[in-house]
Every structure is written in C-alpha cells, then in structure tokens.
C-alpha cells in the first residue's frame, strides 16, 4: 500500500487513483490524509469551486452531469463531490440519481466522489473542505460541490464554494417559502430544473417575488430555466457561474468570501475536534456516564454537567 | 430591577412575569440565569414538551393557537416557545403569523414567547432547552416548541421534545421528498393542514407511501389532515399527542428518549462553550489574526491553524 508521501507527485500530477486515495485518508481521519492537504495547501486556491444545493429529486445530479459535458467540451477538468445524507431510513435512496454521472467514469479529466455523512453535520463539512482541496490540488479546474437537503444546514457545508446555485423545480414550494422567510439564505444563482412544467411560469415569478424583497446587491440573482435531461439551459447555467466569479472577483469579494470561508472553517475544525475528544471520553469514561445519570436523574442540570465536563477534560 | 434569587419563588409559583425576565436571562447568556435553572432542574421533567416543525406558510402558530385553546379548555396550563430563524434578509416575516396567538396573551395560564436564532443553530438549541426547562418549572402542563424549517437542523432544535410533529400542507412537495431520501428524519406525528385543498388527498397518499418504506416500529406514525384556522381536526392532533406519550411512557422509550436527548445536550453545551471562547479569542488575539492570514496566503492549511489554536487556547 502507498504512503501518503508517494501520493503526493501523482496527486499533483492529476492522477484519478491517487486523488481517491488522498480523499479516503481524509474521510477516515487518517494523519496522514491530513498531512497531504497540509503538503498541497500551497497549490490550492485555483479551481473554480461551484456547490450546489436543493431538495431531493429536483435534478440536480443530472444538472452536473451536463455541466461536466459543458466543461469538458471547453477542455477544463473537472471534479465532483456528492455529500450524501446520512440516514438510517433509507441508504441509497439518493444514488440512483447520481448513475447518471457514469457516463463520464473513465474520462480521465473527470473524477466523481460521493462521501456519506457521518454523524454530525460539522465533520462532513471538514471533510469536504479537505477533499474539496485535494481536488483542486489535483489540477482541477472546476470542482463542484453537492449536498442534498433543504435547509440552512446544506447551504452551510457548500458555503466553502465561490458559488453557490440553488436548483428547484416547480413544485419546490417548501424552498420558495424558507427563502421568502428569511430561513434560508439567497444563493448566487438560482435554477429552476424540468422547466416543461407548465407551473414554471408561476414558480419563476414567485422566485422574482422573493429576490425583489431581498436586499438590494450589484449582483442580480439569475433565474436560469433548464430540462438538464435534455441539456437545456445547461449553457447559460455554465455562464452565470462564470459571471457570477468575474464579477466577485472584480468586486473583491472573492478574497473577502475565501477569507470568511476559511476562518469559519479553522474555527469550526477545532471546534469540531475538541467536540469529538468529548464524545470519546464519554463514551469511555464512567465517572462521566455518572455525570450523565445524575443528569438524568434531575440531580445536576445540563449547563452544569457540561462545565464539569470542560473543568474536567481540558 | 429583580435578581435571579427573587426571581425562583414566583418563577416557580408560575408567575409570568418571572418566567419572561428567566428566559431573558437565558437568552442574554446572563450567568444568573444559568443560577436559575440549576436551581429550578430538579423540579422540571413533568410537562409534556412537544415541538413542531415544518416549513414557513403552513400554518403552524394556527395549528399551535388552536391546540393551546383546546388544552386551555382542558384546564391545562400552556406555554409556546417560538423559535424564529435569524436572517439579514427578511426580518419579521413570520411575526404576521406569530399574531394568531394573541388572543391567548391576556391568559394566565398561556405564556408566549418567541426567541430569535442568534449565529449558530447550537447557541439556539442550547437556549432552547435552558427556556423550556424554565417553562415546565413554572408549572406548564404542555410546552410548545416551535420551530420554522425544512431541514434537519431545525428537527435537531425540537429534539428536546418527547413528540416531533411535522406540519405540512398540500404542495409541501420539497418536505416529501427530503422525507422519502431520508435528509429528514420521520417526526411522531404528520399533520396536513390546509386540508380544505384540492390535492389534499394526493398528498396524504405520497406520505403514506414513504411511511410505508420506513423501518417497522411499534408505534404507526399518524397523518391527520387539519384546517387549523376552523379548528378542524385539532382535537385530534392534540389526542394523537397524548397517545405518543402514552406509548412511549408504556414503551420505556420517553426515559431513553430523555435520556439521549439530555446526554446530545451536555456535550452540545460544552462544545458550544468551548467554540464560544475560540471566537472570542479569534476576535480579541492579533495573534490569531495573523494565523488566519497564513491560512487566506496558503501558507497555513486550515487543520495545522485549527490545531495551532486549540494547542495555544486550551
């Protein structure tokens, strides 16, 4: 078995082998996954890094797997990162969506991952930042970012893109209305998917409804209409997304957004780190089960655990 | 003005006054406030703490005001802890429907509250919980709590209830689907409100079949349709409530329940905590500052920084 050291040059060569492997050390917490990313740090900072949220079912897989032809056709590599749902309801339900992306498996300038949540919502986070950089390391220039799931919590985990696209379609009413709330933040681009819908009229004008509630910005949120399946759209989609990092970029925000990004992401890193030595001493240590019991037992109040915990521990 | 001691007998008598100015104490991360709830800990544990959830516009403060009516002419005391989403987008949004409950505010026996998300989802949970403790220490025989979301993070807010109703209405398409991919854990109960509606029916049979695709358990989630603003089906849910409770009581399950809820709790508590004094020292440290601009430079990756921090804070 490779080392991480060998991994490093084919890593950074492009090599679709080493690149995998490098995304498992991270996936597993290995030190030296860890390591690698510390070691390609420098080269990073390259890609194009586009995340993409929205509910199940939408199309969203099927909108990236034309976006990867799109890219292709121009020549730019491209590399895709599908963060699953964790669920102990029913696993799999979502990988059906994601064969439609095999077409592009043996192209070597297309590398496809699907990494499983586990646990709590801050460790996938970190662990897609980290393969997120191992991709672009890697040499790719798009790298595209999907989460599953409608809430704050999936616009969260893609928030270390440049980019973030909002896919819908008609019927996405749930959505429309955590947007109009104010529950879930407005994206860069919004695209409304299997626009033969006849209700997509409706659903657009909803869309501009909300947008023009919002706060006025000098980058006007796109409404894009696609049928992905088709390839509809698919170009123009392609085109905000390059205008939409032209016009951060001239603007200045995309250092600004990085530079926010990535302090969350140290501070959530060592947040997340010092939330999982708790959980293992928990789960270790019975004088903390005691602590938990008396809990239980209405004797000690949570708050006060907790910095017994903290006295404790740290 | 009051301090927390002079606040715990009339807080405990049931005195809404005392429990308002407790929760703001709560709320404000007043150290005193935290005094109050050690105190008063042991005295909580006997109201029946339900939430609800479910995506803005479906009718939840109707449904929550129509349940508290119902239980107000059972004789039982009532409190509802509303818990908005915080957004820089649209401020207020769902006050409108906030309004609904204020025929209750002259009530003795009805206390209203909403709280604000305020940064992180952890912070809120964590208020959440310290609020509610307070409310059943007050001698509330049924605690609400509120939530407006499509995600899991709102579920994980109300995980401090003992029942989980998700509410939906006819084009709550998104929710479905988040449910049937397993983004969304199953609540205890469904509730469709707006039942007046065409597609009504439709709806109650795509839910169904996701129900039906869900592990086998004892208990058989119920689908009560509801017109929430006739009261229509209110006395319903509100039994559909009590026999959760009764199963799980009969099941052992409200204990263990309980008792995970608490143990997620006490670590949430102290990770909170511990993220809270890395902020401050982010905030405060030019040092730290300067951490991050190694890592905005590449020079740092954002692993090694995390870790440089937490060598240097704890």
Redesign the interface.
Known sequence: MKTAGDLLQPLLQGDKRALARAISLVENDDPEG?AL??EV??K??RAQVVGFTG????GKSTLIGALVKNARAADRDVAVLSID?S?????G??LGDRIRLTEHFLDPGVFIRSMASRGS?GGLSEAT??AA?LMDASGKDDVFLET???????VDIIDHADTVVLVLMP?????I??L???????PDIIVVNKADHPLTDTMVREIRGVLS???KTDWRVPIVQTEAARGDGVAEVAEKIAEHREHIKAEGTL?ER??RN??N???A???G???RR??ES?REDASVQE??DE??S??????????K??ERE?
């Open positions: 860890w990313v510390r740090y420098p990073t900072g509910p199940p079912g939408v749902p669920s102990p309801f029913t696993h339900a979502l919502l930042l980290q950089l599953v799931g409608v809430g704050q919590a999936e019927g996405s009413g749930d959505s209305q955590a109009k709330a104010g529950v879930m933040e407005i509630l919002g706060p250092d990085r530079r990535l302090m992401e140290v501070l890193l060592a947040a780190r010092l939330r708790l959980e928990v602590l938990l809990v239980v209405r004797k000690l109040d949570p708050a006060s655990a907790a910095a915990l903290l740290l």
